[in-house]
């Protein structure tokens, strides 16, 4: 198993209806592909959990570099897990902008989204600020 987290900047406003459409097809094709995650959004920011095979994964990750509604993408980490943390979901969501108990994690967030590089140090504790959420 295989995870790759990255952050993105919105390349264009996204509405409500944008966000469903991202969702749709993101389960329909994570299902087909046997991959899991979870996709957070807040302050203009994507941040986005990817598991399963490595390959397909990696794929994935090359589509969304090249999805017109991303720009500044950026590999947070990646690592190789026994487990899946998100294996409930073909694609979990979160806006952070529309949930009052997560004013401090989407703070954190939008500063974290900010950085053009992330150390080790940020690793874990980005991936367990992500599961929070």
Known sequence: MFQLIYVSDFAMALDENDLQDILISARAINSEQGISGKLITVSRHFFQVIEGDEAKVNQLYAKIKQDTRHENVRLVMTKSTGVREFGDWSMGFSNLLES???QDAA?????????????PEHHSGIGLLLKQV
């Open 100 to 102: 009052q108990q997560a």
């Open 107 to 119: 703070f954190i967030l939008s500063d974290f989204a900010k950085r053009e590089s992330f150390s």
